[in-house]
């Protein structure tokens, strides 16, 4: 074994993982010290007398909405899938997670051209029947309840992917038990699969509802006021970052008591999946009950995709004016910075990684957590807490470089991509750092034993050795972070340099401007990317129940 220096490279790497991990957590830091602060009394009393409990009741009205419509969609449908045979079930099971591809504020607009006054389902109802404004009611589609359908038809396959994944884990053995002991097919269900996949169900429930309360686009569009549109407006309208900082800590509040609510309603209970069930048998749907298998699988898969999917590429194609140099350019700028960002999480998950695989003390480990919660917070809150240090230091380098040259430098942290990749990085590094722990944790220790025994260090290692055979891993992970730049839009819309437009941002500003089929060309572009991940990540969940699927 070849002797370390004081400061090897695992050395460096292993203290650098708690600076890393401060470096990460600083916006979220700053969020929490913020109700310790002062200077915004008047905003904050106007806001408390005004619109603080629509916010609060719209944001728990959304999320009881969201949860409550993706299990309805995603839990039967991942039951018929992983239990029973129907024809068509191979066919669902890559088309129903699916939907995720889509934005959330993306399919808003798609079904508001759709469904709206103006719209060819209310133009051709009022043509058939001769009516007028005022003759008939419809549905509001820009509504709490619209805002709550829409999310909902995007965030079931959370549940989907991971209760069908549960239910193909579950003892093959427990469903046959139950039909010996005279329960039917629906009893069993409901009294034995629905408890048995129970945390796997919450998981989804709660990944759904943390995208709900980020959710910025959608519940501006349809004007519904909620915690994160209270922020933008706070943050621009007032022009108070203290207060818009108060109002992300409350919204902070309400995603950490979501996470505790999940566990604390499960601490007592034990879960044992037994071995992995293999399901040669299944439950053979015919007639009817084969029916309520297809309108339970094709329901969310219309709605959610092909729907919005023909729409937009209809647009596209045949109504959308745009610029082809303008769209190239807004390419190219979500392009790169969606790459940069993917770059720098993966890069900061493997030093993260490492550190934890080389020196796996206390300090290590709590870095390594600590780092991971940005994925749970909302963009909107991550923006805010990013742009009170940067903006910190710029002034200080302004003052310093106005005192030694006297020339004004301008912002350059915090008026720069800058600003957008630090905020990428806290928001998606639980990501990037989640499949790089994967990857290293499948690589036996051995290797690094006898990789060290040849004299290489522990750098080359993993340069050499570990990212190697990793490599899927990675690139699985490059390619989620990359989808999910793509598709950000809070933090996006904060933070951007002037005069910086990404595909997210020319599609919200374009359907602001109620110019929905000009929005599509981006918004096309945005799901079509989002596919690949989607399918990527169906793919890796069917391969690890290659027997069940």
Known sequence: M??????????????????????????????????????????????????????????????????????????????????????????????????????????????????????????????????????YWFPPIRSLGGAIVMLGLVLYPYVFLLARAAFLERSAATLEVSRTLGYSVRRSFFRLAIPLARPAIATGVSLALMETLADYGTVQYFGVSTFTTGIFRTFYGFDDITAASQLSAALLFFVVLLIFMERYSRRRARYDTGSAARHEHRIRLSGGQAAWAWVSCLLPVVLGFALPGAVLLKWTLFDAAWDGGSFLALIWNSFYLAALAALIAVACALVLGYARRNRNTRLVRASVGVSGLGYAIPGAIVAIGVIVPLAWVDHRLIDLAKSLTGAQIGLVLSGSIVALLFAYTVRFLAISLGAVQSGLDKIKPSIDHATRSLGRRPIRVLAEIHVPLMRSTVLTALLIVFVDVMKELPATLILRPFDFNTLAVRAYELASDERLADAAAPSIMIVLVGVVPVILLSRTISRGHAGQA
Request: aromatic share 12%; with cysteine; net charge neutral.
């Open 2 to 135: 070849i002797a370390s220096s004081p400061l090897s490279a695992s050395r460096i790497v292993a203290a650098s993982a708690p600076l890393l991990a401060f470096v990460v957590a600083l916006p979220v830091l700053i969020i929490v010290a913020s109700v310790f602060g002062s200077g915004s009394g008047a905003t904050w009393g106007h806001l408390w007398n005004t619109v603080l409990a629509d916010y609060v009741v719209n944001s728990l009205v959304l999320m009881l909405g969201v949860g409550t419509l993706t299990l309805i969609l995603g839990v039967p449908a991942a039951w018929f899938t992983a239990v029973c045979a129907f024809p068509g079930r191979r066919l669902f099971i890559w088309l129903l997670p699916l939907p995720l591809a889509f934005p959330a504020y993306i399919i808003a607009y798609t079904y508001t051209g759709l469904l709206d006054y103006p719209g060819p389902v209310q133009t051709f109802i009022r043509d058939v029947a001769g009516w007028g404004r005022g003759d």
